[in-house]
């Protein structure tokens, strides 16, 4: 499937400079053992201001991706927009939570029951599914106690939990909150259009491992996308209120956004609010960096995170936004090397380096 995919990128390119359309290389993402590559991760990236100008990109940009997780800080507005969020006293945990990819670990559990417990409702009310804790300890732990999952341990028990909070806020029917045509992901979808200027009546659309819609949009749209979320000077005053609160709220609370152990919690909360990131399912990566008022959207064509990752760091690094204090949170994810089970180190993956834009 891996072959087919990658010979279907390259037919695709073909294709395109055929048509005078330029489409430049894949980043590569090379993991080495010893002297010799084992394995190269193809990645598909791209870097836009607010207007959807590219800064720079990498393979192809124009065909549908679905962004999956990655596009929860940008879904989160409308629980701001709608007042759901002052009238129910979220704090920026909630609002960190509300975005988050989390791993089941006691302080996402708790916040998320809490939270429901706080407007009347309970974990039945969810409509994301069960499923263990993708943190092993917190998994092991819950497993120990005897105890099983329930939907606060989904990881995206906090997205959904925003979702009814909007809902109940606004008197609707919150029941089947999941689907397409309910008010809940129609908002979202008129929002996703008016940060990526396009028509999505007609985008491709799937159902999410938490089962709400998601939708197909270009790369170059997606990274277009989170750059007005980080520059959001020209979406009016609430707006630029709503994406400016959710970026602190992330900031200050990067547990919360994924947890132990994971790229997206290291790189929040070393950034200091320079860069707010998050990953999404199948190597989706999305970027708001504010102070340059700049989008990064990254997938990988294998769908691998470890190749999104890496390719981040290397983006950021081109970028001239990595700090020290960042590297030594986020290095491990972005700069791996390999051991084996003896701790021998016995290899490292890396970006090639990346090529001027044209």
């Known amino acids: ?28 993402v090379n993991v080495t053992r010893g002297d010799m590559v084992e394995s190269r991760h193809l990645v598909n990236a791209v870097v836009t201001d607010a207007t959807g100008k590219v800064v720079n990109s990498w393979g192809e940009i124009e065909e549908p991706v679905y962004l999956r997780s990655a596009i929860k800080p940008v879904q ?4 701001i927009e709608s007042g759901a969020a002052d009238a ?18 006691t302080v996402h559990v708790v916040t998320v029951t809490a939270w429901l417990d706080r407007i009347g409702l309970s974990v039945d009310d969810l409509e994301c599914g069960s ?8 998994e092991r732990a819950l497993a120990a106690a005897g105890e099983t999952p329930t939907p606060a341990h989904n990881n995206c028990s906090g997205k959904h939990t925003g979702f009814l909070s909007t809902s109940l806020h606004l008197k609707e029917d919150y029941k089947g909150y999941i689907r397409l045509e309910h008010p809940v992901q129609q908002r979202i979808k008129k929002i996703l ?18 089962s709400i819609p998601t939708l197909g949009i270009p790369l170059k749209n997606a990274a277009m996308a989170i750059a007005r979320f980080a520059d959001p000077h020209q979406l009016g005053e609430e707006r630029f209120a709503a994406c400016k ?14 947890g132990s152990d994971r790229l997206c919690t290291a790189l929040n909360g070393s950034a200091d609010g320079a860069v707010i990131a998050k990953t999404g399912a199948e190597g989706v990566y999305l970027a708001a960096l ?9 997938k990988t064509v294998d769908g691998t995170t470890r190749g999104t990752e890496v390719a981040l760091g290397a983006i950021l690094q081109d970028l001239g936004v990595m700090t020290e204090k960042m590297h030594r949170e986020m290095d491990q ?26």
């Open 131 to 138: 499923h263990w804790p993708t943190y092993r300890p917190a």
């Open 76 to 79: 989160a507005i409308p629980l």
């Open 245 to 258: 609160r959710l970026q602190t709220a992330i900031a200050k609370a990067p547990e919360m956004i994924a």
């Open 333 to 358: 994810f972005v700069l791996p090397d390999l051991k084996n089970w003896n701790g021998f180190e016995v290899g490292s993956i890396r970006a090639e380096i990346i090529e001027p834009a044209d």
């Open 88 to 105: 129910f006293s979220l704090s920026d945990k909630e609002l960190s939570l509300a975005c988050a990819s989390h791993t089941g670990e």
């Open 1 to 28: 499937m891996t072959l087919f995919v990658i010979c279907l990128s390259r037919i695709i390119q073909m294709i395109k400079k055929s048509a005078n359309v330029s489409v430049r290389s894949p980043l590569t």
């Open 193 to 210: 259009e008016d940060f990526t200027d396009l028509d999505l009546s007609r985008a491709p659309v799937g159902i999410d491992g938490c």
């Open 290 to 298: 504010p102070a340059l008022g700049l989008g990064i959207a990254v």
